[in-house]
């Protein structure tokens, strides 16, 4: 391992338990004063650490046996990294508009983010995985091509859908 990978892993690792504890501080040592956090639940992205420590705590209130497992290694190209990573925690209290369901949810997820100039922290954070997945997981919508599915379709006027 070079000492670029090095400082990839040890960044990863930081984010990693920065999502595990309360800090902002925490937050601080990975991200730049002026970096950008994006995913799917935000409708913007999101900058500095606080702000970023303050979404990460309503997602630990949601869920609080929340799992971040990162899953392979990362890929690196220049400036840029890539790191698969594998979501489960079982959701305890409303997220949004979502009341408590106490199901569990298990995601895969990809991070792609940027480093800063001196390569020292993250600059641009965005993490993508399957919303429908997790809705559908947390049982607000119904399963790909079930009966309450095909219900739902009809409902809303696209007639009931024929199953393959």
Known sequence: MNATEDRIITLLDAFEVAWSGPSALAFGVVLDQDGHYEDPLLRGPLRGPERVAQHAA???????DLVFERS???????????????????????????????????????????????????????IFYDRYEAAVQLGVLPRERSIAERALLALRGFGIPRLP
């Open 72 to 126: 392979g290694p990362p890929m690196v190209g220049g400036a840029l990294l890539s790191q698969g990573v594998r979501l489960q925690g079982t959701h305890r209290a409303e997220i949004g508009s979502i009341p408590s369901t106490d199901k569990e949810l298990t995601l895969h997820a990809v991070i792609v983010a940027g480093l800063n100039p001196t390569g020292t922290r993250l600059a641009r954070v965005r």
């Open 58 to 64: 309503r997602m630990r209130v949601a869920f609080p």
